[in-house]
Nanobody, 120 residues
Framework: QVQLVESGGGLVQAGGSLRLSCAAS????????MGWYRQPPGKQRELVAT???????NYADSVKGRFTISRDNAKNTVYLQMNSLKPEDTAVYYC??????????????WGQGTQVTVSS
C-alpha cells in the first residue's frame, strides 16, 4: 500500500515563505510523476505544480515565479518551496504521486493534506 505523508504546513504572514515536503512510501513503490494540488476554503481543488520523474515541471499561472517544485528520487520525496505568499494561497495542500513517469491527467495516490494559512 502506498502512503504519502505531507509536512511543513502552518501559519505565515503575507510575503513570507514555507516549504512543504511529501514522502512516498510502500513496498517496492518508486514514485513516477508527483505533484501538489490545493483546495482553498469553499472552492474546488486546483493544480499547483507537477513534476515528472525526469524533472519536467509545470505550474499554475497563479504561482509561477513564486513557488518551486522539486524532488529527490532517491528519497521518493517531493518538495514545494513557496515564497512571497499571499492570503489567497490559503488552502489545504495535497501531495499526489503516480507510478507513471509522465504527469497523468489523473493521479493515483493522494496524501491527507496539510493546511497552509497566510495572514494579511
Amino acid at each position: 500500500q502506498v502512503q504519502l505523508v505531507e509536512s511543513g504546513g502552518g501559519l505565515v504572514q503575507a510575503g513570507g515563505s514555507l516549504r512543504l515536503s511529501c514522502a512516498a512510501s510502500g513496498s517496492t513503490f518508486s514514485a513516477g510523476a508527483m505533484g501538489w494540488y490545493r483546495q482553498p476554503p469553499g472552492k474546488q481543488r486546483e493544480l499547483v505544480a507537477t513534476i515528472s520523474r525526469s524533472g519536467t515541471t509545470n505550474y499554475a499561472d497563479s504561482v509561477k515565479g513564486r513557488f518551486t517544485i522539486s524532488r529527490d528520487n532517491a528519497k521518493n520525496t517531493v518538495y514545494l518551496q513557496m515564497n512571497s505568499l499571499k492570503p489567497e494561497d490559503t488552502a489545504v495542500y495535497y501531495c499526489t504521486a503516480d507510478r507513471r513517469n509522465y504527469v497523468p491527467s489523473s493521479f493515483t495516490y493522494w496524501g491527507q493534506g496539510t493546511q497552509v494559512t497566510v495572514s494579511s
